[in-house]
């Protein structure tokens, strides 16, 4: 199985070249016969549309960009980024994998932040749910950047059988690490690590690159195998197409390894969820 990240830089705001964009590099992934093309957060938008988020945000089932990525989705399956409008005047940050003409899934960002340079929950809704779905290559899981960050939302990936978890992601580049790397990047790295490793998936991981408004993305993306290994990466700041051959026999070989799966209890988890969170109430 053949897996490509599109780390690249959206044009803000601009639907039009962005969609030309996917479409090349979707071409360029079935020259490479790759398997899953998996692009960044938002990548059909850009990433700080602040007022022009109304504007841009479409209503996947029946948008005619929509349809020109779906129909180009036979030979391979897409994850990519954009602003949904659910109902009317509600809007999600949310991402959508397609294959095989269709939409099998959209995942809506539920971690939306707000602090330093982050304003999200002023422009969209929450998202409400972590779902598995079944896709050919094996059961998949979505995540949106800061949805990653909690590790709550990768537990409930796990316990609900993924095999892949994919992240999409706009994370900037914030503080120097003694390893010439941004220590915002290092974070995102060990999480890779940890939650492949610990839920003996597939962690594949999307960041754009460039600048908007002035601030730098930092790129940086990767795939962890199972048992946590780095298997491949992009170089900081650079837009680059990486393609990583990857074996999903690995899943099975992992969680016979390390039986985290099979011993899990995800019933005594909500037992205690429910006293705790029942507890604050009081």
Same mark, same amino acid.
């Given at each position: 199985?053949?897996? *490509?990240?599109?780390?690249?830089?959206?044009?803000?705001?601009? &639907?039009?070249?962005?969609?030309?964009?996917?479409?090349?590099?979707?071409?360029?992934?079935?020259?490479?016969?790759?398997?899953?093309?998996?692009? !960044?957060?938002?990548?059909?938008?850009?990433?700080?549309?602040?007022?022009?988020?109304?504007?841009?945000?479409?209503?996947?089932?029946?948008?005619?960009?929509?349809?020109?990525?779906?129909?180009?989705?036979?030979?391979?399956?897409?994850?990519?980024?954009?602003?949904?409008?659910?109902?009317?005047?509600?809007?999600?940050?949310?991402?959508?994998?397609?294959?095989?003409?269709?939409?099998?899934?959209?995942?809506?960002?539920?971690?939306?932040?707000?602090?330093?340079?982050?304003?999200?929950?002023?422009?969209?809704?929450?998202?409400?749910?972590?779902?598995?779905?079944?896709?050919?290559?094996?059961?998949?899981?979505?995540?949106?950047?800061?949805?990653?960050?909690?590790?709550?939302?990768?537990?409930?990936?796990?316990?609900?059988?993924?095999?892949?978890?994919?992240?999409?992601?706009?994370?900037?580049?914030?503080?120097?690490?003694?390893?010439?790397?941004?220590?915002?990047?290092?974070?995102?790295?060990?999480? *890779?690590?940890?939650?492949?490793?610990?839920?003996?998936?597939?962690?594949?991981?999307?960041?754009?690159?460039?600048?908007?408004?002035?601030?730098?993305?930092?790129?940086?993306?990767?795939?962890?195998?199972?048992?946590?290994?780095?298997?491949?990466?992009? !170089?900081?700041?650079?837009?680059?197409?990486?393609?990583?051959?990857?074996? !999903?026999?690995?899943?099975?070989?992992?969680?016979?390894?390390?039986?985290?799966?099979?011993?899990?209890?995800?019933?005594?988890?909500?037992?205690?969820?429910?006293? &705790?969170?029942?507890?604050?109430?009081?």
């Amino acid at each position: 199985m053949k897996i *490509g990240l599109v780390q690249f830089a959206p044009h803000l705001g601009n &639907l039009k070249k962005n969609l030309e964009l996917h479409l090349r590099y979707i071409e360029l992934a079935k020259k490479k016969n790759i398997d899953l093309l998996v692009f !960044p957060e938002l990548s059909l938008t850009g990433y700080l549309l602040k007022d022009l988020v109304e504007e841009i945000a479409i209503q996947p089932e029946n948008d005619s960009l929509f349809k020109k990525l779906r129909a180009e989705t036979q030979g391979l399956a897409a994850v990519l980024g954009f602003v949904e409008e659910k109902e009317k005047g509600l809007f999600y940050n949310s991402s959508a994998y397609l294959s095989k003409g269709k939409t099998l899934s959209i995942h809506r960002k539920v971690f939306l932040p707000t602090y330093g340079m982050f304003d999200e929950a002023r422009f969209y809704a929450q998202g409400r749910n972590f779902k598995p779905f079944p896709t050919p290559l094996g059961t998949t899981g979505m995540l949106i950047c800061y949805d990653f960050l909690h590790f709550g939302s990768s537990y409930l990936l796990f316990v609900g059988g993924a095999e892949f978890i994919i992240v999409l992601s706009a994370a900037p580049g914030r503080g120097l690490s003694e390893q010439e790397r941004y220590s915002s990047s290092e974070m995102w790295e060990l999480m *890779g690590e940890a939650i492949s490793r610990f839920t003996t998936s597939f962690l594949i991981y999307c960041n754009r690159v460039g600048f908007e408004d002035g601030i730098q993305f930092a790129g940086g993306s990767f795939i962890f195998n199972p048992e946590g290994k780095l298997l491949a990466m992009s !170089p900081y700041l650079e837009e680059h197409f990486l393609v990583q051959e990857i074996e !999903p026999s690995e899943i099975r070989e992992a969680r016979k390894k390390w039986p985290y799966r099979r011993d899990e209890k995800p019933e005594i988890i909500l037992k205690a969820l429910k006293k &705790l969170v029942g507890k604050d109430e009081d």
